[in-house]
């Protein structure tokens, strides 16, 4: 996967937060552009969620030899990770909005490149070691001319 070459460009994306329980308490729409910055990524991150909250994230992202670091405003510290073929892993902590308030918790997100204009993410959320939910999401290229199966 080359991450730079992927997310160059407009990007959109899809998900949904789920809590610990399985059940589905947000949805939400990301348009994303990435640009190269010298040897970084930037993306920026813009979303919609389907309670008409409006969010945004910009992402400075550094790989060399497949190492990740990535930041952004709301992340404490760096994110950190590694990416192996179409396989991006990597673990970050941030403030995410509960209600009204703020609460610190642990992400560990796997993001797996399925062709050239599609990725699927997972990222697991955790606060205090234990699972309290997972966002699940997809980012497609809008120029993609993949097939969707109920289209075959």
């Not at 990007?11 to 329980?21: E, F, L, N, P, R």
């Not at 497949?66 to 073929?85: I, K």
């Not at 990725?119 to 097939?147: C, H, W, Y």
């Amino acid at each position: 996967m080359e991450l730079a070459r992927f997310f160059e460009g407009p990007i959109q994306a899809w998900g949904m937060v789920v809590d610990g329980k399985g059940r589905v308490r947000r949805r939400f729409r990301a348009d994303i552009v990435g640009r190269k910055d010298e040897a970084k990524l930037v993306l920026d991150e813009s979303f919609l969620f389907d309670d008409g909250e409006r969010d945004s994230r910009v992402w400075t992202i550094c790989e060399a030899d497949g190492e990740l670091r990535g930041s952004a405003e709301d992340v404490l510290g760096e994110a950190c990770g590694e990416l192996r073929g179409a396989i991006l892993h990597w673990n970050y902590e941030m403030f995410a909005s509960v209600g009204s308030r703020k609460v610190k918790v642990c992400f560990n997100d796997w993001v797996v490149q399925v062709d050239q204009d599609v990725m699927l993410a997972r990222a697991d959320i955790r606060k205090f070691g234990f699972r309290v939910g997972e966002v699940i999401l997809d980012f497609i290229r809008p120029q993609s001319n993949t097939v969707i199966a109920s289209e075959k």
